[in-house]
């Protein structure tokens, strides 16, 4: 018998409050389990395992992702909209480190049609703020690329403690957003 109250949703969000709080490897079934107040067999009516949950915690983080990065570039164009990406982007892996840790597993995601579709969305908003930018065709999406190596460079670094120096590391992040704005306008 399947337990009122909890369903596919439910248990995609008692992972990612956990991988949150304790990071991505937290999230076990027994774990999760125990946070939904059920027995780790029961589970299984709702979830195809534990592949199955990061699977679904990555497709929401992408979702959650893009949302938040259209949100932020709305409106906006050039290095404005290109700021605000990065600052959204920044933001996200902040507040949600472990959602962000499952959207990152791009293997695991590829074969599932939802989990695609988000991180298409991502990419769809980051071509939107590369229309400002003389870049298109391939080498707008060698443009996302580095876009999203860059920033996902700096936040692992940021979220490990590794801007230890007593220099600010927003300063930092301003300067990189400088850096990218100056190579997507081709003058670096």
Not at 92 to 119: C, K, N, T, V
Request: aromatic letters at 4%; charged letters at 25%; hydrophobic letters at 50%.
């Amino acid at each position: 018998m399947v337990r009122a109250g909890i369903d596919p949703a439910t248990v995609v969000a008692a992972a990612a409050e956990l991988a949150d709080a304790e990071g991505l490897e937290a999230v076990t079934l027994t774990r999760l389990a125990d946070a939904l107040g059920v027995r780790p067999p029961s589970l299984y009516a709702h979830i195809d395992g534990l592949a199955d949950v990061r699977r679904r915690l990555g497709a929401r983080g992408n979702t959650e992702l893009a949302a938040a990065l259209s949100h932020a570039v709305e409106g906006r164009s050039g290095r404005d909209a290109l700021r605000a990406l990065a600052v959204a982007y920044r933001d996200y892996a902040r507040a949600h480190p472990g959602s962000y840790a499952a959207l990152q597993r791009s293997r695991d995601l590829a074969d599932d049609d939802e989990a695609r579709a988000a991180g298409e969305a991502v990419v769809r908003v980051a071509l939107a703020v590369l229309r400002s930018y003389p870049v298109e065709g391939d080498d707008a999406i060698h443009a996302v690329r580095l876009i999203r190596v860059t920033l996902h460079g700096f936040v692992s670094i940021e979220a490990v403690g590794g801007f230890a120096m007593n220099v600010s590391a927003d300063e930092t992040f301003e300067r990189l957003v400088a850096l990218l704005d100056s190579g997507l306008k081709g003058t670096a």
